[in-house]
T-cell receptor
């Protein structure tokens, strides 16, 4: 089976940088995704890493180390609207498009 | 495109009643997923379809749950009979084979009394 671990809550100051870590255990790893979900909303896709290294998309970056079964989401220049839950999700050999989600990290951005 | 459409947005029912949730995926997407989200268990995959065919239903909790996809533009998730522990937000999502992004609908908040 699969298991993912990420912190349950993180608090950071507006304008700062925050890193949300994710470690995973799975058989047949294909890639790691990140999703954002605001309270009462639906998850929305942020990024996908299949290879080691850093992927940057605006203020958000995502990193993967396949050898360490580890990834992180980096949010820079934090804004109040970044307050949300962030989920890592692993795509494994269970199916071409099937992903397993972590429990999510609730990020609170404070002034 | 309007995105993934789900109905109803909210459903309140009594234990023992049948509940049917509906989903219209994004046109051209060949994968459709049903998820359930609760505080305790997070976001769980119930079942997913590829080209209208169920591929993996190992997440369906029990025989009370069933899902169908009669055509490329419509899917249903049925719970019969419903129980209070089925109370959750149910999301439908769709994706294309060539991408890794799943597009989620707004969800159906189900409350079983």
């Amino acid at each position: 089976g699969q298991s993912l671990e990420q912190p349950s809550e993180v608090t950071a100051v507006e304008g700062a940088i925050v890193q949300i870590n994710c470690t995973y255990q799975t058989s047949g790893f294909y890639g790691l995704s990140w999703y954002q979900q605001h309270d009462g909303g639906a998850p929305t896709f942020l990024s996908y890493n299949a290879l080691d290294g850093l992927e940057e998309t605006g203020r958000f970056s995502s990193f993967l180390s396949r050898s360490d079964s580890y990834g992180y989401l980096l949010l820079q220049e934090l804004q109040m609207k970044d307050s949300a839950s962030y989920f890592c999700a692993v795509r494994d050999s269970g199916g071409y498009q099937k992903v397993t989600f972590g429990i999510g990290t609730k990020l609170q951005v404070i002034p | 495109d309007a995105g993934v459409i789900q109905s109803p947005r909210h459903e309140v029912t009594e234990m023992g009643q049948e509940v049917t949730l509906r989903c219209k995926p994004i046109s051209g997407h060949d994968y459709l997923f049903w998820y359930r989200q609760t505080m305790m268990r997070g976001l769980e995959l119930l079942i997913y379809f590829n080209n209208n065919v169920p591929i993996d239903d190992s997440g369906m909790p029990e025989d009370r749950f069933s899902a169908k996809m009669p055509n490329a533009s419509f899917s249903t998730l049925k719970i019969q009979p419903s129980e209070p522990r089925d109370s959750a937000v149910y999301f439908c999502a769709s994706s294309q084979r060539v991408t890794n992004e799943q597009f989620f609908g707004p969800g159906t908040r189900l409350t079983v009394l």
